[in-house]
């Protein structure tokens, strides 16, 4: 489910916040953060419009699968840039994802501690889990059940490729949609039920973090209503 890169106008309408050092935007499900090897669609391609008057264009200070719909953060400056990567690196950033998964987990919330290694070299970004692979820590949270499916909140403590994608397939409620380690289209849903719901950005020593919240795509409205989820 590819989608076509934005519009200036449009990714302008998908800020959700701007101060002078980055940027909050609303990643749309299924369009790349960047261009890939055979090119194509891409986030970064449209990020010019979102300059606000700074020479440069921003910067990713971090990553969102294709799949994946919501908060992602931009740099607008080096300085700037370099020190959001720190946070996420320290692991200093508050990340809380939504995730309909199929079945579910029997208690209410829970950590999922279980390392990961990469599957194999052809497909170099995909993971699989592995004992002597990097450490991998997911908090999760049961929101809401209906449907045999469950709406959690998922907290990765550490930020690997695909982690929470492969922790909830391991524990045996993949993710709806998820084609690689899920069932993916068997349950007729071409998109992955993973949204980046709310980022919490400690930028500031002096100041409050700041707190962003994604609105939830409609994609996820249908299976969010099943597990008891009432629209915004």
Known sequence: MDVPEL?????????LHRDGLMLVIDKPAGLPVHRGPKGGANLEASFDALRFGLPRPPVLAHRLD??????????????????????????????????????????????????????????????????????????????????????????PVTGRTHQLRVHAAAMGWPIVGDNIYGNGPRLGEPRLHLHSREIVVPLSRNKDPVRVVAPVPAHLHERLRACGWREE
């Open 7 to 15: 519009t200036p106008d449009e990714i302008q309408a998908r800020v």
């Open 66 to 155: 294709r799949d994946t719909s919501g908060c992602l953060v931009l740099g607008r400056h080096r300085k700037a840039t370099a020190s959001l990567g720190m946070l996420f690196k320290y692991g200093k950033i508050g990340k809380t994802y939504w995730a309909v998964v199929e079945g579910g987990p029997a208690e209410d919330e829970g950590s999922i501690d279980l390392p990961l290694g990469r599957l194999n070299e052809e497909r170099g970004w995909w993971q699989k889990p592995d004992p002597a692979g990097q450490p991998a820590v997911s908090n999760w949270k049961v929101l809401g059940r209906g449907d045999g499916l469950s709406w959690l909140a998922l907290e």
